[in-house]
């Protein structure tokens, strides 16, 4: 295949849109500040998480909050950068000629060049994590198997399959392994950046970006799509605890309590609370709606992922431990879940009900009017394990 001949390299990024966006970025940025602030609150649980296990959406509304910030249309971006000698020809990365990224890498030659190094670094994160960047290359990856459904192999992968050579093991979560990358490439770039690049410099910049970010989301995704295909599970009741205890249950019974957690867990978030199964809790304190409410609110909250998470693997593994030669979802298993323990020394049993607990404290006004008795305690307590072991028990026998 031929080269393309793209003619004489032009400046037309620094010498006419940088003054332009300097003028608007001044005036207005507060606002821009806001936007990156809301951008980054909205995901915030997602970019704090261990590892990618979801898409980062950036929408047209995201855009177009952008510009409007800025008091910016893509109109005059386009207009300005109509002369650059890529600007009519393909070019590697595309994103170079996105009117929104071509902004954003000046108010990051802007910051730079004023030595504000925290405003660079921000910008360029709201860069990384922006559609045609990590939208992109996590959709690219992750089309089947999402990590999204499939947590406890992730899991796995994190716990089992990474060094700390991987950021995402050394800072502990996606946002600190992305900012790793960014501060890395300001100190490689930021020089050029702050004098007078030209688009060539500027192309080959968004380029590093783009692949360095590539590279971290394929090294991530060829462990997990190895761990997935080996139908690789964290083992939760032994591998998330401190102390190194476990419960002592065989691997194989690990690897279908794993399953069963992962299933119970993905029903709960994906499909709407139970009426049917609220309705079955028969208590004087607590009403069916109060404890579907209870339950929407519990699920619909992400920070309590994880918790529930545990909470469901906690019920599964005790019974097995206790009960090796049953099932679990059978009427057995229902018995022993739902029977107190109120005087129980079981490590495991005390960090559930204490996570249930939480959960009333937090979503329920009844409940922290009422709790002084222990009766109501106990009882809003029971409903709320009733509902997570009836889910349990539904999907059990489905997974095998």
């Known amino acids: 295949m031929a080269s393309i001949n793209y003619g004489k390299m032009t400046s037309v990024i620094a ?8 003028v608007h970025l001044v005036k207005r940025e507060r606002q821009y500040k806001a936007v990156i602030a809301d951008f980054m609150n909205k995901n915030h649980d997602i970019l704090y998480e261990v590892a990618p296990y979801d898409n980062i959406f950036f929408t047209k509304t995201d855009i177009l909050k952008f510009f409007m910030a800025l008091d910016i249309k893509e109109s005059e971006v386009k207009a300005i950068t109509n002369d650059c000698y890529f600007a009519h020809k393909p070019v590697n990365p595309p994103v170079v000629k996105v009117p929104y990224a071509q902004v954003l890498v000046c108010i990051l030659m802007y910051y730079l060049k004023h030595k504000k190094q925290k405003e660079a670094e921000i910008t360029l994160l709201y860069m990384a994590f922006s559609g045609k960047f990590y ?3 996590f959709g690219k990856y992750f089309k089947t198997a999402p990590p999204s459904k499939y947590r406890s192999t992730m899991d796995y992968v994190v716990n089992n399959m ?37 688009d060539e410099e500027i192309k080959y910049f968004m380029q590093q970006l783009r692949d360095r970010e590539n590279t971290f989301m394929n090294r991530i995704f060829n462990l997990y799509i190895t761990a997935w295909q080996d139908k690789k599970y964290l083992n939760y009741e032994s591998d998330n605890l401190e102390d190194g205890s476990e419960f002592r249950i065989s691997d194989s019974d690990a690897t279908i309590a794993a399953r069963i957690t992962e299933n119970a867990l993905n029903y709960m978030l994906n499909n709407t609370v139970s009426l049917k199964i609220c309705n079955m809790f028969s208590d004087a304190n607590i009403r069916p709606t109060e404890l579907r409410d209870i339950i929407e609110a519990i699920v619909n ?9 545990r909470v469901i693997n906690i019920l599964i593994c005790d019974f097995m431990k206790k009960n090796p030669n049953k099932r679990v979802g059978d009427v057995d298993f229902l018995g022993y879940c739902l029977k107190e323990q109120p005087n129980t020394k079981d490590e495991y049993i005390i960090e559930m009900q204490s996570i249930i607990v939480s959960w009333l404290d937090d979503k329920s006004p009844n ?9 109501t305690e106990i009882s809003y307590r029971k409903a709320i394990k009733f509902y997570i072991t009836m889910v349990i028990a539904n999907v059990a026998n489905k997974t095998r």
Do not use: W
């Open 367 to 375: 409940y922290r009017r009422r709790k002084s008795r222990k009766a």
């Open 301 to 309: 909250d992400r920070k309590n992922i994880n918790q529930l998470q």
């Open 135 to 137: 939208a992109s290359i």
């Open 15 to 22: 010498d006419k849109l940088y003054p332009f966006v300097e």
């Open 162 to 198: 990474l060094n700390d050579r991987f950021d995402l093991r050394s800072k502990g979560n996606l946002f600190g392994a992305i900012r790793s990358m960014c501060i890395s490439l300001i100190e490689m770039y930021g020089d050029t950046l702050a004098g007078h690049p030209d």
